[in-house]
């Protein structure tokens, strides 16, 4: 059974940077194929997907947020974690990690956490 | 502005079908892979179509996905009360710099 599970701040300042981790079970990030990847959802608006890191720790970024973002992973703990710098109040979300087959699908996501940006 | 165009909103009574489309370009929807996701209120995204077309287990066969070009379509058939959610499409998008792309989100209601 796969699971995940996003976690830190809920509130974070603006030009802070924002660090969550997103622990799993049910799978190796060091199996052939797999990915983590993070998607966030502003308030009442649609999907946005941030970045994504593979197996081989081959990492991709969305291109408008690739400045802010980095992706790691920790197989030892089964653990993804993703900072992003110079917080903003645009950037208030609920953020999600999710499981990757091969980059093509999510198939497994975890219950979001939201972030609020605010001072 | 997403890449991928969804519609923002389609209904239709209970039992009826719908079809929610999405639509790219060839460097997204045109050579990858599609896949969908349903959003309950208040609930994390859930896969329900990848592959374009191929169901994962446990969704039922009322909901089907089909890929022709640069467009992506999802039928939902038999419609339930419990299928009003947002409809996400979502593929890679092969440019230069190479990422995954969502639609913009659709909202079906179940009159």
Known sequence: QITLKESGPTLVKPTQTLTLTCTFSGFSLSTSGVGVGWIRQPPGKALEWLALIYWDDDKRYSPSLKSRLTITKDTSKNQVVLTMTNMDPVDTATYYCAHSSLGILFDYWGQGTLVTVSS | ?111
């Open chain 2, 1 to 111: 502005q997403s890449v991928l165009t969804q519609p923002p909103s389609v209904s239709a009574a209970p039992g009826q079908k719908v079809t929610i489309s999405c639509s790219g370009s060839s460097s997204n929807i045109g050579n990858n892979y599609v896949s969908w996701y349903q959003q309950l209120p208040g609930t994390a995204p859930k896969l329900l179509i990848y592959e374009n077309n191929k169901r994962p287990s446990g969704i039922p066969d009322r909901f089907s996905g089909s890929k022709s070009g640069t467009s992506a379509t999802l039928g939902i058939t038999g419609l339930q009360t419990g299928d009003e959610a947002d409809y996400y499409c979502g593929t890679w998008d092969s440019s230069l710099s190479a990422n995954w792309v969502f639609g913009g989100g659709t909202k079906l209601t179940v009159l």
